[in-house]
């Protein structure tokens, strides 16, 4: 079992950046996926990125392609999540996961997760 801690949620403009970050303890191997979900008041919890724990393997929504990155620090058992050109659209609570499987990425399957940071982007 893994612990899962995110921190970096905010209060920003359209068109900021922000990166979250979501600490793990516990065992993880290079078999592991971590993904980043979001939650918007009102609608289920959708799929917004995942990596693998090695890096080598991501995945990302449609919505977000071209503007999000995900990245892992295995040194500091560590993974990102870089937000860019942000839209009010991507206002949410984003929870990070993580299973020690490295398939369907974008299934919400994940057998960890945190409590969750909140972003909100206003016009």
């Known amino acids: 079992q893994v612990q899962l801690v995110e921190s970096g949620g905010g209060l920003v403009q359209a068109g900021d950046s922000l990166r979250l970050s979501c600490a793990v303890s516990?065992?993880?191997?290079?078999?592991?996926?971590m993904g980043w979900f979001r939650q918007a008041p009102g609608k289920e919890r959708e799929f917004v990125a995942a990596i693998s724990w090695s890096g080598g393997n991501t995945d990302y929504a449609d919505s977000v392609k071209g503007r999000f990155t995900s990245s892992s620090d295995n040194a500091k058992n560590t993974v990102y999540l870089q937000m860019n050109s942000l839209k009010p659209e991507d206002t949410a609570v984003y929870y990070c996961a993580a299973k020690d499987r490295l398939y369907g990425l974008a299934r919400p399957d994940y057998d960890s997760w945190g409590q969750g940071t909140q972003v909100t982007v206003s016009s």
């Open positions: 516990g065992r993880t191997f290079g078999s592991y996926a």
